[in-house]
């Protein structure tokens, strides 16, 4: 029998195997979960079908108060939820408590939203209103590197509109969001909330299953392609948040100083495994020495260890995967470029390489290209603004980027320039659930959070009167 069961149609169920977790701070499994056979699959689909009618017919604050119930029952086990996370993330105990409150942030942000209809017209005429529906059945595919916040910023709106939910986390941190299973079952009707768990088999069935209605899917663009071809065949709404190489451009006015610290503060942010991480930094000439000195002084200045051990500023690579990642990318940094801190492997039984910084590295070069998801900055010169700017857009990714100057118009005249979802001046990776999030180009389709990402899990309907 496993240790965290899951949530199929309102009962806690083990399955017919279990998957080991791997504590990535040591290489080896910490704890066992239970997996979904085929038949649990389906059943927690069918069971989210029957349940959605008579959630959406419930009135809206009762789903509201469920959304803040959530949020109190986070609130008094963000502790143990928080060190449960290093446990099956890697991250920094601090990093983990602020992920724990952000999940707080989202939920009770969405127990407040309103849902009524908009009045289109109001005459002598007509009547016209647009009103806004439940889907149907929501899944939300999410990925492993902030695995908590992002299967709740997903599960909000979509309950808040009527909608019922199947999670389905990454296989390789599923701890957490089971941790939930017992709560969301007390709180919302058998079926409303499910969590299923696989090997990487169940988002293909989720994104082409005639009975799922809406995916909402966050990890890289090579799988978000798969899903979106997967749902063709129902046309179901897709929100797709994927990759990114957020590139920062740092002007000649910039502070050198502040600049250096919140560059390394996005760049090695969860081992650099954020999608919207600062993954490449072009600087000026006039500045490009000083500023890559200023960086390699912060980043070595970074501990390396296990999240749970007090002062550890960069934790291990989340899983073997990705660290083999890592480690190539760490080849190719010592074979484009120079390498002003870091560049190894750290010591210890875990997935750890060293917070690293490398200069005199070109586009062209994979490191530059690529999105590497790891703590491993390329910094690059720039002469030219027109150049940097094609240079910072020639990528298929456009989630986010950045200026830094003290020039604060010039700086949002060039952010305009950008193609990208997001442009940050003189910071980086700043979100919340007021500010509309999407990617540009292939790092997305839609929009996630402010009323334009909840609406996002609605359907909207006209209901039209002539009054004549
Ligand atoms: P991934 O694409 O490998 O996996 C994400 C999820 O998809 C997992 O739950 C996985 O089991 C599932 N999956 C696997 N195969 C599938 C298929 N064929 N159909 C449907 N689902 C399938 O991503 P990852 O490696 O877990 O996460 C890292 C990536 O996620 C990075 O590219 C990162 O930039 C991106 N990401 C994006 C955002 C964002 O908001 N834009 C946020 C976090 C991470």
Known sequence: ?????????????????????????????????????????????????AAQPGWAARPLAERQAALRKLSAHIHANADRIARTLVQEQGKPLAEAQAEVGYAQIFLNYYAEQELAPETIQDDAEFRIELQYRPLGVVAGITPWNFPFLIGLYKLAPAVLLGNSFIWKPAPTTPVTALMLAPVLA????????????????????LSSHPDIAKISFTGSTATGRKVMAASSSSLKRLTLELGGNDAGIVMPDADIGKTATRVAGSAFFNAGQVCIALKRLYVHRSIYDEMCDALAREVAGFAI???????????????????????????????????????????GPGYFIQPTVVRDIADGSPLVDEEQFAPILPVIVFDEIDDVVARANASEYGLGGSIWSQDHDAAFALASRIESGTVWINHHTHFGPTIPFSGAKQSG????????GLMEFAQRSVVSLNKT
Request: charged share 20%; glycine share 14%; no cysteine.
């Open 1 to 49: 029998m496993s240790d965290y069961p899951m949530l199929i149609n309102g009962r806690l169920q083990q399955g017919d195997a279990v998957l080991d977790i791997i504590n990535p701070a040591l290489g080896t499994p910490f704890t066992q979960v239970a997996r979904a056979s085929g038949a649990q699959f389906e059943e927690a689909v069918a069971a989210a079908k």
């Open 186 to 205: 007390e709180i919302f009707p058998p079926g409303v909330v499910n969590i299923v768990i696989d090997d990487n088999e169940l988002g293909a069935v």
């Open 305 to 347: 260890g296990d999240g749970l051990q007090q002062g550890t500023r960069v934790g291990p690579l989340q899983n073997r995967a990705q660290y083999d990642k890592a480690i190539h990318y760490l080849e190719v940094a010592a074979q484009d470029g120079n390498i002003i801190t870091g560049g190894g492997k750290a010591e």
């Open 445 to 452: 389709i839609g929009t996630e959070f402010g009323r334009e």
